[in-house]
């Protein structure tokens, strides 16, 4: 690829141009923007880091392209658009398509682009691809990404402005006071995000984090194998019993109940959910968890809750509860994060139900359509092409728990057959199709996944109802907020099987090492996430309806008088403190601009040549004085003193102020400089020319030669 060659603009060495501090700040604003990109997860991350590798090349190698490199970057255009609109057909993450399709026009831009236009293009680019990574992102730190941003592109938008009027190479303008336009974006910024009235949801509203593997309407075997090295948080929970007492981790928090198995892959039935209301905060029986969960909402409308939930209470009826046949709860979709409270009973394996007015309140809706769905046998269905050693083996193992032997019996005898196997997150090939063969009868070593399906289809293959589960086990205490971070890597799949009139969590899964607890500074890390994603999304009409609502009652509480002074005070000191802001960004007052005494020079050029005298073209200004004074005498000596002056202030590095009243003296000099006398031209012969001023003898004769303009 051929291109014209051109100096990078970044480089160093030398006063920097105006040319080269624009593309310096506009490089820092395509930094931000792809670091939001790189915090909006691992596939956005890829993008962000290779957009960043050609953005960075770009800018230090390319230059204006020739023909041969233009007509190669029409492909590639051409390419990058029919591949996206191909990936839009192909790829769940439709927004995560755009941004690599914004990516990739960023780094275009940093190869072939180098005029002021072209960095505004740029300045565009690197806003779309803020937005978007806000939409696929809730990620704490991109409130300092904005910050950033809001300080960085006006200044960048300001000398892409300046520098279509300045030359070429030409020093970087001043900006003085207008420094602080950056700063005040920033604090119109946060002043609109605290008047402006907002809502939950509203246009992109269930378009943002890519939904959890393995809480979809259908799941394949090996779902949650993807999500066992993530670190991304999905939700914190403050889980205490009956007597305010925190429950410490590992935690069962179940999710969503596959209710279909046909080989492969598990599936939910599409029951309609039954619109639930607050139910009653208190279960009304002798132990109970309460637990205050903060849930990332990006499991479509999952929502998380430890098992045997009895209530649920969304905070300030910000969405609608629902629940369908296998006790899955819903919450919505178009919320960024979904606050609520829940109510559970859990127990002991053996232990009998509880029972309570209030929890036979709440299973008496459930109950009816249940055994509706019981008697269905959609619990106990099996795909016809299952692998009939799979049948065979729940045989034997039913035997095993001996004659007369009930559900739990048989469940446990399944239970303890794989208790041997293997976890690994890794398991063979199929077995002619079928996954759970190879898991039961070759490899015997998988994942979560496998050892709840075996369980579940062994239960079935015995007669008992049995669904499997996916959800969320572990956790991690935060021990300065109290609460407990449950992320993609806890995710989990477990049973729950009907034995003795109820639904029991069975787990075959073999027991693993808990991970190691995070540092001191991850600790506090996810202290700070949570205040952030507070603040970001917590902060909503109704919280500025209340702040607003407080404000007045304190104010109506206070004399007339007292709170007319406290506004003017308030009036006074924000006006003091915009002023004295303002002058401290703006820095010093600035002094004479560069290149005045370049400027006075060029003023007394002027005198000179209006008084007749015009300097030789394409000297630098002192041989240009040098030879005006040898042509014209001590009378435009002046005009010597200045360039002398120029290259003190341009080269020295002397300060204009102190060399100004010098030129000043030598422009009123100069400006007394008499006009040059006329000289008749008779004959071919040249003569000196008369000096001004009374230069030494008269003058010679000779022809008479006329003063040039």
């Known amino acids: 690829m051929s291109a014209v060659a051109t100096p990078s603009p970044l480089h160093r060495g030398g006063p920097l141009s105006a040319d080269q501090v624009r593309r310096r700040v506009v490089a820092g604003v395509g930094g931000l923007a792809l670091g939001a990109l790189a915090l909006s997860g691992e596939s956005s991350a890829l993008i962000a880091f290779v957009a960043a590798i050609g953005w960075a090349v770009g800018l230090l190698r390319g230059g204006a392209p020739g023909p041969d490199a233009l007509h190669l970057w029409r492909i590639a255009n051409t390419s990058a658009l029919v591949m996206a609109i191909i990936a839009v057909f192909l790829v769940s993450s439709r927004l995560a398509v755009g941004a690599a399709l914004v990516s990739y026009l960023l780094v275009h ?9 072209d960095d505004r293009v740029s300045l565009l680019l690197a ?52 420094w602080a336009v950056g700063p005040a974006v920033v ?119 430890p098992p045997e939930v009895h209530a649920v209470r969304p905070e300030g009826e910000s969405f609608r509860l629902r629940m369908d046949m296998s006790r899955n709860l819903r919450g919505a979709a178009a919320i960024g994060v979904l606050r609520y409270t829940t109510w559970s009973v859990p127990y002991a394996p053996g232990e009998p139900p509880a029972d309570s007015k209030a929890i036979r309140q709440r299973e008496a809706g459930l109950a009816r359509l249940e055994a509706a769905v019981l008697k269905s046998q959609l619990w106990t269905e099996l795909p016809e092409d299952l692998d009939p050693e799979i049948s065979a083996l729940a045989i034997t193992l039913a035997e095993q728990a001996g004659p007369g032997a009930g559900p739990a019996q048989r469940a446990a005898a399944v239970v303890n057959h794989l208790s041997v196997f293997t976890y690994t997150l890794d398991p063979q090939p199929e077995h002619a199709g079928q996954p759970l063969s190879a898991f039961l009868f070759e490899s015997q070593a998988g994942h979560c996944e496998y050892f709840a399906t075996a369980l579940a289809v062994l239960l079935r293959a015995q007669g008992t109802p049995a669904r499997l589960v996916n959800g969320l086990y572990g956790g991690e205490r935060n021990p300065y907020g109290g609460f407990v971070v449950f992320r993609q890597q806890d995710a989990h799949s477990w049973v729950e099987a009907w034995i003795d009139g109820r639904w029991v969590l069975l787990d075959a899964t073999p027991a693993l090492d808990g991970g190691a607890s995070r540092g001191l500074l991850a600790q506090l890390s996810d202290l700070f996430i949570g205040g952030t994603r507070s603040l970001m999304l917590d902060f909503d009409l109704s919280a500025q309806l209340g702040g607003l609502s407080r404000l007045a009652e304190a104010l109506r509480g206070q004399s007339g008088a007292l709170r007319g002074l406290a506004a003017v005070a308030l009036v006074i000191g924000l006006w003091v403190g915009v002023r004295r802001a303002l002058r401290a960004l ?35 200004p002192l041989r240009q004085a040098e030879a005006l004074v040898a042509e014209a005498g001590p009378a435009l000596s002046p005009l010597s003193a200045l360039a002398w002056l120029a290259y003190r202030e341009t080269y020295g590095g002397e300060p204009a102020s102190a060399l100004l009243p010098e030129a000043a003296a030598a422009i009123t000099a100069l400006r007394a400089l008499p006009k040059r006398p006329r000289v008749l031209v008779e004959g071919a012969g040249a003569a000196p020319l008369a000096r001004a001023g009374g230069g030494s003898g008269a003058q010679a004769e000779g022809p008479e030669i006329r003063p040039r303009g």
């Open 586 to 620: 703006a820095g010093p007052a600035p002094g004479p601009a560069p290149g005045q005494l370049a400027r006075r020079y060029a003023e007394g050029l002027a005198l000179a040549a209006a008084r007749g005298w015009t300097a030789p073209v394409g000297l630098p």
């Open 187 to 305: 604090a119109l910024g946060a002043a609109l995000f605290i008047v402006l009235p907002r809502v939950q949801g509203g246009v992109g509203a269930g378009l943002g984090p890519e939904a959890l593997p393995g809480f979809q309407d259908r799941v394949q075997l090996g779902d949650h194998a993807m999500s066992r090295f993530n670190p991304d948080e999905v939700l914190r929970a403050t889980i205490t019993d009956q007597d305010g007492a925190p429950v410490l981790p590992p935690i069962y928090m179940r999710g969503v109940a596959m209710d279909t198995f046909d080989g492969t892959g598990w599936q939910r039935e599409p029951f309609n959910p039954q619109r639930l209301n607050a139910w009653p905060a208190e279960p009304g029986t002798p132990r109970w968890w309460r637990s205050e969960v903060s849930q990332v909402n990006h499991t479509n409308d999952v929502l998380f809750a």
């Open 127 to 178: 806003t779309l691809l803020l937005l978007l990574s806000c939409i696929l992102s809730l990620h704490p730190a991109l409130m300092l990404v904005f910050a950033g941003f809001g300080l960085l592109a006006p200044h960048a938008l300001m000398l892409c402005l300046l520098s279509e009027h300045l030359p070429p190479r030409a020093a970087a303008p001043r900006l003085g006071a207008l």
């Open 109 to 117: 831009r940093a190869w072939t682009g180098r005029s002021p236009t």
